[in-house]
């Protein structure tokens, strides 16, 4: 009889620490159903915003680096329109030793006047002399020449601080042979645009 109880308090006692270890498996599970049917989603909207938060300053550097690009557009096109205008630009030539300008002067100036007034550049006004004479004295006529060409520009309208002068005397001619028709291609003034500073 106590050999009867024995064996059903074993079998007994396995029953429940079997049922004991089935319920610490099930539990687990179940509290991770829970979990999920009582927040779903809880952990996507979390990945969701993190993503979210790596996507938002993308898009706004994506933003930010168009609005520099139509930035840096805006000078190109502002430069393209000053070497347009500076191919339109003519030499003012002078005669031997002279200074003055002349009627076919005036009217190449008048047109350098008209293209250059309603831009934002300054007009820089480079003052040249032939291969004849000491350089100190060429350096002071290709100024003579230059002022010349700033002061007819100013009467035709131009504002006077935006034009500026400068003298390169014998140092930059345009030919270099000993010929007179090479010295008059360099007794000249050269008008330069230049980009004024936004």
Request: aromatic share 6%; proline share 4%.
């Amino acid at each position: 009889m106590k050999r009867f109880f024995a064996i059903v308090a074993v079998f007994l006692g396995f029953i429940i620490v079997s049922g004991c270890s089935q319920k610490k498996i099930v539990q687990p599970s179940a509290g991770i159903e829970q979990k999920q049917d009582q927040d779903p989603g809880k952990g996507l909207t979390s990945d969701t915003s993190k993503m979210d938060e790596k996507k938002s300053p993308v898009s706004e550097s994506k933003e930010f680096l168009s609005e520099k690009q139509i930035a840096k557009a805006q000078p190109k096109e502002s430069v393209s329109a000053i070497e347009e205008l500076q191919a339109g630009l003519k030499d003012i030539h002078f005669d031997f030793d002279k200074y003055d300008i002349t009627p076919e002067a005036q009217a190449i100036l008048k047109e350098a006047a008209a293209l250059s007034k309603n831009i934002k550049a300054k007009l820089m006004v480079e003052g040249h002399c032939d291969e004849r004479g000491t350089n100190e004295y060429n350096l002071g006529l290709g100024d003579k020449r230059a002022s010349s060409v700033k002061d007819y520009l100013v009467s035709l309208g131009i504002p006077s601080g935006r034009i500026e002068t400068i003298s390169y005397g014998e140092e930059k001619p345009m030919c270099n042979e000993s010929t007179e028709a090479c010295w008059s291609k360099n007794r000249r003034a050269h008008l330069v645009l230049i980009m004024e500073k936004q």
